[in-house]
């Protein structure tokens, strides 16, 4: 069984940093392209960032230059470092990500969220 937990979402002032990771755990063999989305109340889930097996990386309009994802493959894990926060990042953070597992299905795995809160 293959399970993605995030981590690292909280309240943050606007203009502040936060760190999210999500770690991915179980019968894995290969884990493809990962990604973050977000969704805000009333809204639909957006892509913020992207990356490959090879670590090449796209973000969304609204994070460009203020958001950085990153992979450490041996941690199974995705990192998405934002910075310069503003209140319409405000959202449920998620990330996902293709991956084989060791009885050879592939599939797209999601996390269960995490909350980011840009407030003063």
């Known amino acids: 069984q293959v399970q993605l937990v995030e981590s690292g979402g909280g309240l943050v002032q606007p203009g502040g940093s936060l760190r999210l990771s999500c770690a991915i755990s179980?019968?894995?063999?290969?884990?493809?392209?990962m990604n973050w989305y977000r969704q805000a109340p009333g809204k639909q889930r957006e892509l913020v960032a992207h990356i490959t097996s090879s670590g090449m990386t796209n973000y969304a309009d609204s994070v460009e230059g203020r958001f950085t994802i990153s992979r450490d493959n041996a941690k199974n894990t995705v990192y998405l470092q934002m910075t310069s926060l503003k209140p319409e990042d405000t959202a449920v953070y998620y990330c996902?990500?293709?991956?084989?597992?060791?009885?050879?299905?592939?599939?797209?795995?999601w996390g269960q969220g995490t909350q980011v809160t840009v407030s003063s």
């Open positions: 179980g019968s894995i063999f290969s884990i493809y392209a």
């Open positions: 996902n990500a293709g991956l084989m597992t060791l009885g050879g299905s592939s599939r797209v795995y």
